[in-house]
């Protein structure tokens, strides 16, 4: 079957976000593997960074994932925070992509994702015996970096500017819903009134 995209094909803004928002079981029929292996940490990270963008634009939280095979370098889950659009307490960029790859052993996987994630979404990263997770921004939230290490996940930081900004903007117009996806609802009760 003839694909798309080859490795002669130019890996533009256009062609990142085509594969951000295709179906992943149907990636194989847009890429061919020369294609798969000639995308970079950086090509990944945008992608997460296109899923945050999709997730902002829907309403929600600026948080993408991608999840990639570690040898072949296919993408086998990606997600992006629906805990607005699907009311859902815990649809995070992370938990979609997890779901989205479904029951496979992550062992041998790396998960691309756009936030320094949190309490939950590194636990299930752990629990789930991710090899590696790359973080595109801790400038707006860190801290889980240092806990995941220590239960033996590589954890590299490539920050990506657009997303740092993307997510800064969101937290700046959307507050409380900021609080919400970090904290819950009854954080934004516990808040003192100004």
């Known amino acids: 079957m003839k694909t798309l995209l ?4 130019e890996k533009s803004e256009a ?6 928002h295709m179906p992943t079981k149907s990636l194989s ?4 593997n020369d294609f798969v292996r000639g995308l970079t940490d950086a090509d990944f990270m945008r992608v997460a960074g296109l899923l945050a963008q999709k997730s902002y ?3 929600g939280c600026p948080i993408g994932a991608v999840i990639i095979d570690n040898s072949t370098r296919q993408i086998i889950g990606k997600g992006h925070n629906t805990l607005v659009q699907e009311n859902h307490p815990y649809n995070h960029g992370e ?7 479904g029951r496979i052993d992550f ?4 998960l691309f994702t756009s936030l320094s994630p949190c309490d939950i979404c590194a636990t299930l990263i752990y629990m789930r015996g991710f090899s590696r997770v790359v973080v595109g921004d801790v400038t707006n939230a860190a801290g889980n970096e240092a806990l995941l290490q220590e239960r033996g996940v590589q954890v590299d930081i490539l920050e990506d500017s657009r997303g740092i900004e993307l997510y800064a903007r ?5 507050p409380e819903q900021d609080l919400e996806d970090w904290q819950g609802l009854s954080a934004l009760h516990k808040k003192p009134n100004k």
């Open 29 to 32: 029929v847009l890429m061919d």
């Open 6 to 9: 080859d490795k002669q094909t």
């Open 57 to 59: 634009d829907e309403g």
């Open 15 to 20: 062609i990142l976000r085509a594969i951000a």
């Open 107 to 110: 062992g041998q996987t790396t």
């Open 170 to 174: 969101f937290r700046v117009e959307k």
């Open 95 to 101: 938990t979609a992509a997890i779901r989205d790859a």
